[in-house]
């Protein structure tokens, strides 16, 4: 490793990639992959076969370019989003991380900043790095929330060109209230700051967990940012997508790549959309996973952030990295997102959340066993 990091200092690297190591989690063979937050139901059946037919219709036409505008796409998912949104107001692009990094793109760059609350999504920085916008860490709560207060204090006084804010949060699971978010909005009303929802595990809050969406009328400067790789199973196919004004769309236009969507991705993500009632059925039996972990770590005595996502984060651990190591010798991966005492955990099938308990518990057991 060091000499392959020596081999890519000899590269007239730009200054601000030095020294930084690209985003990813372990990808090891083992039998419960709950590291990723991918959703592990996969894509039914029929579902399957309309893809299937949906992508040989389309590879009959792969000799020319597809719709650069993505028209029925951006069609299907305004209707999904709902809120009296229409294809205007939509964009479309390789997983949520290329509409970000267009984003940053169009309103990042050299001399401009974006502001992020870590613990968070670790490729916000990333993202920053690559358009050579500086990033600025944010301060949190002891408890990891963002209040109101504090979020828009912060955005008033540092006057980012951007803000992330992560809803639900990840790594947390958990939740932003909206007053956070038209907090921000208006702190930065000075600095005209672009703020950025981040939604991508929103279809699995809770019932009644309003969205930013609501917030988008008059506020040509937010966005909302979902993905289509985790209720949708499609973490293969890597369709992301946004909400925001008309003006924001046609920003994005001066920065990506011609027909930067393929004409399988379109279909596929079509297909998907127009049989969505089998892939939220999904969603809610994921929910339940989840809810029973957070439910089985505290009868285990650990602590279990409130989620509103697909995955648990949770503490009380002494030695979390042992337990990273133990349940993966037990053929159980989990993600060590370096938080001292900290682990997170995607909820799974009921067959794979009760193999992360059962080995969960008996390494709790194991260690208590243990002399102090």
Known sequence: MNDQLERLNRLPLRTNLRGLSPYGAPQLDVPILLNVNENTHGVPA?????????????????????????SELRDALAEFLGHGLDASNIWAANGSNEVL??????????????????????????LASGTDTEYIAGQREADYGLSAESAGRQVKELQPNVVFLSSPNNPTGTGLGLDVVEAVYAAGEASQTIVIVDEAYHE??????????????????????????K??????????????????????R???????????????????????????????????????IVSELTRLGLSPAASDSNFVF?????????????????????????????LRVTAGTETETTAFLTALEAILAGQAKLPA
Do not use: C
């Open 46 to 70: 029929d579902v399957r076969a309309a893809i299937s037919a949906a992508v040989t219709e389309a590879a009959a036409g792969l000799n020319r370019y597809p719709d650069r505008e993505f």
């Open 101 to 126: 990094q267009q984003i940053l793109q169009a309103f990042g760059g050299p001399g401009r900043t974006a502001l992020g609350f870590p613990p968070t999504y670790s490729m916000y920085p990333l």
């Open 204 to 229: 699995f809050a809770h019932d009644g967990t309003p969205s930013a969406l609501t917030l988008l009328p008059g506020r040509e400067r937010l966005i909302v940012t979902r993905t289509m790789s």
């Open 231 to 252: 209720a949708f199973a499609l973490a293969g196919a890597r369709l992301g997508y946004m909400a925001a004004a008309p003006e924001v769309t046609d920003a994005l």
């Open 254 to 292: 001066l920065v990506r790549l011609p027909y930067h969507l393929s004409a399988v991705t379109q279909a596929t993500a079509l297909a998907a959309l127009q049989h969505r009632e089998a892939l939220m059925a999904d969603v809610e039996d994921i929910k339940v996973q989840r809810d029973r």
């Open 314 to 342: 949770f503490g009380g651990l002494d030695r979390s990295h042992d337990v990273w190591q133990q349940l993966l010798d037990a053929g159980v991966l989990i993600r060590d997102v370096g938080i001292p005492g900290h």
